[in-house]
């Protein structure tokens, strides 16, 4: 237990054990002290060359040490990585390693004064094409929550993006980096709508629109959320201009690119859906819907809301935790078919959370429908699987939620890319058609005649949702022609 003991590295509270891997690299940059001290330079690099290549254990001993000098040590720290990329020999691919476990799990805990160092040590590595270097941007990129405007998030953002921009030709040799970086910042810009955070959204706008001109078929790797993110910034003149383009010129920002059609029907990766997460929220949430039964959930929600979703700030984070849970989170039927916390009551419960803010809900919404929109044949049913269920299974005790979700997709279907208003329309017909075909919910009848019920009701709305009355006619009638 460490009662006031102080760590060079890591913050502690009064009663905090030390963490592991803060021992073992004051371990080793201590054993390092000892075969260094009272030695010239030069013999010091001739005696850490023996060393490292004595053992495997030994390099990374060396290693290490030289690790916890760099983090500790800015005076010396240029010195010492000049030591540390002379004498390793694996290409600092331990080195790597380790900082990205730092970044990933303890950054959080770091001291202000480490936190320095590692963005130091990424960019040194950065700047002298160390390989692996972009595999510690992806790691910072994902320790940048949605919403958070604290100090230290802010510094964060900011401190990657001067590096990125310090180095840009390095980062245009990186088509995957490229990818990541927009995903994240087009995703970030909304929460700095601040006059405080003016300059650096002017920055990041900067960045994303000059990627986008200048890499525009390495960015529409990233699939059809790339369409919900710009026009999550589309009121911003720079965005604007290139959503014209996107429209209507796309010659203009590449000859291979054809149309907006081109990237609605690209699925994203998993990987982008889940760089939007910090580990410790992905830890929790697989927890919630692994570990959690149905039924004994509300304590761990409420846990998890007051650490993570309390200020009105936080609730930004809601919409990419859904398409999180939508994507990347599949039970296996194991789990299916247990009394396991199911995915479509939390994000119930995230809907919940955000409905004192109009703007964030339309949000959330959206990010839950969103594959319904670009349905194909391809896609996977698990991702439209929580919106149907979460609707089935509030029609009784939740109504309200049922009908606000199915006014929220009938009016989604004709307004939200006018341009692709009939794919839209054929898309949405192929993901009720393949949820009543795999029998996903049964009884389903019940929701279709509530959906013509809710758009009688909205009678404005009608003449513009005539074809999902079709296909909500087709499939009533094949439901009830069907035996259970």
Not at 105 to 133: F, I, M, N, P
Not at 308 to 320: F, N, Q, V
Not at 411 to 430: F, G, H, N, Q, W
Request: with cysteine; glycine share 4%.
């Amino acid at each position: 237990i460490m009662l006031g003991k102080q760590s060079r590295l890591f913050c502690y509270d009064l009663l905090d054990a030390k963490d592991e891997l803060d021992e073992k690299l004051e371990k080793s940059y201590h054993e390092l002290s000892v075969v260094t001290s009272n030695r010239r330079e030069n013999e010091i690099y001739d005696h850490l060359n023996q060393k490292v290549c004595k053992s495997a254990q030994e390099h990374e001993e060396v290693i290490l040490g030289l690790l916890y000098a760099l983090l500790t040590d800015s005076a010396a720290a240029s010195k010492n990585y000049s030591t540390l990329a002379m004498i390793a020999r694996d290409g600092m691919a331990h080195l790597i390693r380790m900082v990205e476990i730092i970044i990933l799990e303890k950054l959080q805990k770091l001291q202000d004064s480490v936190k320095d160092q590692v963005l130091w040590l990424v960019r040194e590595l950065v700047q002298t094409h160390v390989a692996g270097a972009d595999i510690l941007c992806y790691a910072l990129l994902k320790q940048m929550p949605a919403g958070s405007t604290s100090r230290g998030d802010i510094w964060l953002v900011e401190s990657l993006l001067h590096l990125l921009l310090d180095n840009r030709s390095w980062l245009e040799s990186q088509p995957a980096l490229i990818d990541s970086v927009l995903y994240t910042y087009l995703s970030l810009i909304p929460s700095h709508f601040t006059a405080k955070l003016a300059a650096l959204r002017e920055q990041e706008t900067g960045l994303c629109v000059s990627l986008l001109r200048s890499k525009f078929m390495d960015c529409i790797q990233i699939g059809r959320d790339l369409i919900r993110l710009l026009q999550n910034v589309a009121r911003i003149p720079e965005f604007s201009e290139l959503w014209r383009d996107i429209l209507q010129f796309p010659e203009r920002l590449s000859p291979h690119f054809t149309g907006i059609l081109l990237l609605a029907t690209k699925r994203t990766s998993r990987r982008f859906i889940s760089g939007r997460i910090t580990p410790e929220l992905e830890i929790k949430l697989n927890f919630l819907l692994s570990k959690v039964k149905f039924g004994q959930h509300k304590k761990y929600q409420e846990w998890f809301q007051k650490k993570h979703l309390s200020s009105p700030e936080s609730l930004e984070m809601i919409p990419e935790l859904i398409r999180y849970i939508c994507c990347v989170i599949h039970p296996t039927n194991e789990i299916l078919g247990s009394d396991i916390l199911p995915r479509w009551a939390v994000v119930g419960w995230l809907l919940s959370l955000c409905q004192v803010n109009p703007v964030i809900s339309s949000f959330a919404k959206l990010a839950l429908f969103y594959d319904w929109l670009f349905y194909s044949e391809s896609d996977n049913i698990m991702n439209i699987e929580p919106g149907i269920l979460l609707m089935h299974h509030s029609l009784r005790s939740h109504h309200v939620m049922t009908a606000s979700l199915l006014d929220f997709i009938c009016r989604l279907i004709p307004s939200y890319c006018p341009a692709l208003d009939k794919t839209v329309e054929c898309s949405v017909k192929m993901a009720l058609t393949d949820i009543l075909q795999k029998g996903v919910v049964p009884y389903v009848v019940m929701i279709y005649m509530f959906i013509l019920c809710l758009l009688w009701y909205h009678y404005i709305w009608y003449y513009v949702c005539c074809p999902l009355v079709y296909i909500v006619l087709v499939l009533s009638t094949h439901c009830l022609t069907t035996p259970n």
